[in-house]
């Protein structure tokens, strides 16, 4: 093994942003994490995300991804807000997106770092870099590298950076020296289980995604469940909760790489500016932003319920424009919204004009819930 490979190799990391790296191996995973997805994917706990299954023999052990790895950086850079996340959502009339989805989209930020970092490798060895986008188990490597443990909420915790790192890992054929692995220190707090508005979690550290807003609100393609609608609240994407209350965040300094500055117009946007975006407009607003990948239907399907619960009636204009919306997805949440927000004789003559010829199913049965 390379000492002096490894010291180069964070000494760039170091360089290159990030604000943690550490060294596994492929025997630092333990057998216990591959069953713990497989009874994650048994309990239909993934939702649709269907990719987590079809992908899940490889997911099980980096080694099934790429047999000849030999050592694992994982490596870490913090997003720390400089502000109280939960903030926001004591203002009804707009929407919070989490604090990652705020700057521009990290997968590009932190994949050029881990470039420049593989680059100190490439000359002796083989790598690979991911940043979410293979089936790789990134928190449990975190884990076993030492850079923190997985909390209670499932994310990975750190003594110095709290809840707020993202993450990237390179592989590589390269033989470097292990460090070791981080212990839990949760003890027996259980803030992120209690402040969670919809019950996701079903035990400490086990996470159910279909309930969980974050799923909700990002990776579902569908209606989101009337049970669930209320607890949203005003978050249109995404969700901190869990992450904002962990109190090893007292120790994390806000975010200092440039790059992961917000972006105009993503921190907390106005209901009323999202109800009233177009395909072309989203697209505008949220370019180079993780929000352009859900989708304009999506995020503005998200929109109607924060405006449901906003109490603010001056919505009702752009709600009844949305009736007409081609999406489905949006028609539904209009009704439902506006369900909430308008006087009942309004609500009856809408309903009276409108359900009968609403070709949607699912949005026909909006019109006959008195939920």
């Known amino acids: 093994m390379s000492d002096g490979l490894k ?69 870490g850079m ?14 009804k009339n707009r929407g919070a997106i989490s604090c990652y989805a705020q700057c521009a989209d990290y997968h590009k930020i932190v994949r050029s770092a881990l470039k420049r970092v593989a680059a100190s490798l490439a000359a002796t060895a083989d790598v690979k870099i991911f940043v979410d986008t293979a089936p790789l188990m990134e928190k449990p490597l975190g884990q076993a590298a030492g850079l923190g443990w997985q909390g209670k909420h499932t994310n990975l915790v750190s003594r110095q950076f709290g809840s707020w ?10 033989e470097l020296e292990p460090d070791p692995a981080e212990c839990d220190h949760c003890g027996s707090c259980r803030r992120c289980l209690e402040v969670c508005p919809t019950r996701a979690f079903p035990a400490p550290y086990q996470l159910d995604a279909r309930r969980c807003i974050a799923y909700l609100t990002i990776e579902h393609r569908g209606h989101i469940p009337d049970e669930f609608r209320r607890a949203i609240g005003n978050r249109v994407f995404g969700c901190d909760d869990c992450l904002a209350v962990c109190p090893w965040n007292k120790f994390a300094l806000a975010a200092r790489h440039t790059k992961l500055a917000a972006l105009a117009g993503a921190a907390s946007p106005p209901l009323g500016e999202l109800l009233a975006l177009d395909d072309r407009q989203f697209r505008s607003r949220f370019a180079g932003s993780p ?47 506006l369900r909430r927000l308008a006087p009942p004789e309004a609500w009856r003559l809408l309903r009276e004009e409108r359900a009968a010829r609403e070709p949607d199913g699912d949005v026909r049965r909006e019109w006959g819930s008195l939920a």
């Open 78 to 91: 913090s997003y720390a807000p400089a502000h109280d996340p939960l903030a926001i959502l004591a203002e």
């Open 291 to 337: 929000v352009k990948r859900t989708g304009r239907d999506r995020v503005v399907r998200n929109a109607l319920i924060a405006a449901g619960n906003s109490g603010d009636v001056t919505l009702i204009p752009a709600l009844q424009r949305l009736l007409d919306d081609a999406s489905p997805l949006v028609r539904a949440m209009a009704v439902w919204a």
């Open 165 to 174: 790192l993202f993450l990237g890992v390179i592989l590589t054929t390269a």
């Open 7 to 75: 010291q180069r190799v964070l000494a760039e990391a170091r360089a290159a942003g990030f604000n943690a790296a550490r060294v596994t191996t492929p025997a630092g995973i333990d057998a216990a994490v591959g069953e713990r997805l497989a009874d994650f994917l048994r309990q239909g706990r993934h939702g649709d995300m269907q990719w987590m299954a079809s992908t899940a023999q490889r997911r099980r052990h980096p080694a099934n991804l790429w047999p000849s790895v030999r050592s694992i950086v994982v490596l």
